[in-house]
């Protein structure tokens, strides 16, 4: 796992900075953003995140790269042509009840994240359909008992998210426009 995914060092730098936003939220948002069809330029995806972490201090300089690592790892998963889309989650040592409650968080800032950026076309039933799902998994209740049931719910749940983002992405991104082309002449 990159660095750039490792929960417990955003999970630590959130605690430093005495934030009341949470890991899993602020890789949502910034994957909502993305999918939404945004692209931030690294300064800019700074203020955003300090926004989303609504810490009592400014990341550092080591925070800071690992910021952007995260903004630059996420968009090359989401452009990329596999399905290795990471999401900033506990691992699968942490209890099952933190990893739902960390779903939860993430779909919520995923939904903040999206709704922001404006878009020049409706989306389809099927991109609607997803984004209630995502309303709904971000209100789960997270007194979860050690279970294989649970594990197996949960597991299919996240990969339920993982690739329905896909689908959004592809969905959001701007037609691409041929302006290096010159245009027609009419001869």
Same mark, same amino acid.
């Given at each position: 796992?990159?660095?750039? /995914?490792?929960?417990?060092?955003?999970?630590?730098?959130?605690?430093?900075?005495?934030?009341?936003?949470?890991?899993?939220?602020?890789?949502?948002?910034?994957?909502?953003?993305?999918?939404? %069809?945004?692209?931030?330029?690294?300064?800019?995806?700074?203020?955003?995140?300090?926004? +989303?972490? &609504? *810490?009592? %201090?400014?990341?550092?300089?080591?925070?800071? #790269?690992?910021? #952007?690592?995260?903004? $630059?790892? !996420?968009?090359?998963?989401?452009? %990329?042509?596999? /399905? $290795?889309?990471?999401?900033?989650?506990? =691992? &699968?040592?942490?209890? #099952?009840?933190?990893?739902?409650?960390?779903?939860?968080?993430?779909?919520?800032? /995923?939904? %903040? *994240?999206?709704?922001?950026?404006?878009?020049?076309?409706?989306?389809?039933?099927?991109?609607?359909? +997803?984004?209630? =799902?995502?309303?709904? #998994?971000?209100?789960?209740?997270?007194?979860?008992?050690? !279970?294989?049931?649970?594990?197996?719910?949960?597991?299919?749940?996240?990969?339920?998210?993982?690739?329905? +983002?896909?689908?959004?992405?592809?969905?959001?991104?701007?037609?691409?426009?041929?302006?290096?082309?010159?245009?027609?002449?009419?001869?």
């Amino acid at each position: 796992m990159s660095a750039a /995914f490792d929960y417990d060092r955003f999970d630590q730098l959130f605690r430093q900075l005495g934030a009341a936003g949470y890991p899993a939220e602020l890789h949502g948002h910034l994957v909502g953003r993305l999918s939404a %069809g945004s692209r931030l330029d690294h300064g800019t995806w700074l203020d955003v995140a300090r926004e +989303v972490i &609504d *810490g009592r %201090g400014a990341p550092g300089e080591a925070d800071r #790269i690992l910021l #952007i690592q995260l903004y $630059d790892s !996420s968009l090359a998963q989401l452009a %990329g042509s596999g /399905f $290795d889309l990471q999401l900033l989650l506990p =691992d &699968d040592e942490a209890p #099952i009840d933190q990893r739902t409650q960390a779903l939860g968080q993430w779909c919520e800032g /995923f939904l %903040g *994240g999206f709704g922001l950026v404006a878009r020049e076309r409706a989306l389809s039933e099927e991109a609607d359909s +997803v984004l209630a =799902d995502f309303a709904a #998994i971000s209100q789960v209740q997270s007194d979860l008992e050690e !279970s294989e049931a649970n594990e197996v719910d949960f597991m299919e749940v996240m990969e339920y998210v993982r690739m329905a +983002v896909l689908m959004l992405f592809s969905e959001c991104q701007p037609a691409e426009t041929s302006q290096d082309q010159p245009p027609a002449s009419l001869h």
